[in-house]
């Protein structure tokens, strides 16, 4: 059948070859109009697969959205609560003033996030699904922009999306678009493959202005110049000159927070040790394909002679290099930022195959993401059923007893809550700020309760229900 096909179509060219030569206007119309045909039938397979592609990709958009639709049921854990309880109060220009200051801020005010604090807690109070929208656009928006990123590395569009697929869908980094307390690590994450997308277009001082932002997100940003380093290295023109301002603010910034870390021997000390290493490097690895130590096989790929796939490789290292020396910090959501490099380093390798084996090692892992995924859903909708009941008795008692004593004693805690979390809900329930609140066996509250009146609340939960039963102690 094949033949007839290939000499039909040989005579072709070869009359529209002698049209040509002999100047026969008549054939060279209708040589014309053969190749306006053949023209319209390319445009038109060129059309159907962009729209092929587009439905891919809105596919794996609603399969994200729904996956996580029951993240709209949660409610706010202890860090937003605290966050709540002072942010939307904070004045626009405090924002703006953090954001511009070249200093590093011992008080970890991280004006880009905590922005989102301050616009949602006025708009919404304590209505949690409004604060999940922005989280899922978010995560979306780097998706896209991640996407962007592996196209501009002359990755194929399959393969990219593939790899923007697994980035989109994976719940490696489960929190970070279920919990509003780690809208720092999106929006970093969102200024950060900015500024690398920015920097590929050779727009350098966009690039740099996403960089500023990104930092201002979250600090775990300092690191991105080591990646624009290796960018143009391996990828680009070698021209390093554009990337001095870049390391001149990592380098400022970072020794600033060497200097100026207030935390000297807590979590958020930096512990430079093997033993630190043995704790987070595990942990992280293990996140990479809900797998423990996978994380670690992605080394492997190095042995691909690809330097997409080495960029990849630092992009992830990077961004993972401050959290390996804090081993008191291990949060998945901190994984969300190099998860991102080590997509690149995936869709690099698959273009070495092709894009339907890439797609078929895909769907074989999704099952077990997505068992994952409602095993830590479970997890997180228990925690945010009592953190949700003991905040709105404690507001019902608050509204029920206006001008009570402005000090809590309390005793009992919702699972996963920290003093800092019963604080910022007692000063939400009186809407005010500067109400103190102590746990009744420290010194504190044996302090407040002998120089006044003092309000004592008792918190308890049968794993259904709970009941916080507060009283007024002169």
Not at 227 to 239: H, S
């Amino acid at each position: 059948m094949m033949r007839p096909l290939i000499c039909k179509d040989f005579a072709r060219l070869s009359k529209f070859a002698s049209v040509i030569l002999s100047g026969d206007h008549a054939d060279q119309r209708e040589a014309g109009i053969d190749r306006a045909a053949g023209s319209g039938a390319l445009n038109r397979t060129a059309l159907l697969r962009k729209r092929e592609f587009a439905l891919a990709a809105l596919a794996i958009a609603l399969a994200f959205i729904i996956l996580n639709l029951r993240a709209y049921d949660g409610f706010f854990q202890d860090d937003e609560i605290d966050t709540l309880s002072w942010s939307p109060s904070r004045h626009l220009s405090e924002y703006v003033i953090a954001f511009l200051k070249p200093t590093f801020d011992v008080s970890n005010f991280r004006p880009v996030g905590h922005i989102y604090y301050l616009l949602m807690g006025r708009a919404f109070g304590l209505d949690f699904p409004p604060y999940v929208t922005p989280l899922f656009v978010i995560h979306l928006l780097n998706a896209a922009l991640l996407f962007l990123l592996l196209r501009r590395i002359s990755i194929g569009q399959w393969a990219a999306l593939a790899g923007t697929a697994f980035f989109t869908l994976s719940a490696s980094a489960f929190d970070v678009y279920w919990k509003p307390m780690y809208v720092f690590d999106l929006l970093c994450a969102t200024f950060a493959l900015a500024s690398m997308l920015l920097y590929t277009q050779r727009r350098w001082i966009l690039s740099f202005v996403a960089f500023w932002c990104a930092y201002k997100a979250k600090e775990i940003a300092v690191t991105l110049p080591l990646v624009l380093l290796a960018y143009e290295y391996w990828l680009g023109n070698r021209r390093y000159r554009p990337l001095i301002p870049f390391f001149a603010v990592a380098a400022s910034f970072g020794l600033q927070g060497i200097l100026l870390n207030p935390n000297k021997d807590n979590e958020y000390t930096f512990r430079f040790t093997p033993a630190a290493l043995l704790a987070t490097a595990p942990f992280y690895a293990g996140r990479f394909l809900l797998i423990p130590f996978s994380g670690f096989a992605l080394l492997a790929l190095a042995l691909l002679r690809d330097r997409r796939v080495w960029f990849g490789l630092i992009t992830g290292g990077a961004f993972l290099f401050v959290l390996l020396f804090l081993p008191g910090r291990l949060f998945e959501a901190y994984a969300y930022l190099p998860l991102a490099g080590a997509t690149i380093a995936m869709a690099a390798s698959a273009t070495h195959i092709r894009p339907v084996w890439a797609w078929a090692a895909l769907a074989l892992w999704m099952p077990w993401n997505i068992r994952d995924l409602h095993r830590e859903a479970r997890i997180k909708l228990a925690l945010d059923d009592e953190a949700a009941a003991y905040v709105f008795q404690m507001q019902e008692w608050a509204a029920r007893h206006p001008g009570t004593p402005g000090t809590l004693v309390y005793s009992g805690l919702p699972r996963g809550y920290h003093h800092w979390g019963v604080n910022g809900a007692w000063n939400i329930a009186h809407k005010t700020l500067g109400l103190s609140a102590y746990y009744v066996g420290w010194p504190e509250a044996a302090k407040a309760a002998a120089s006044g009146p003092v309000t004592v609340g008792t918190w308890g939960w049968d794993g259904r229900t709970g009941r916080l039963v507060l009283h007024t102690q002169p």
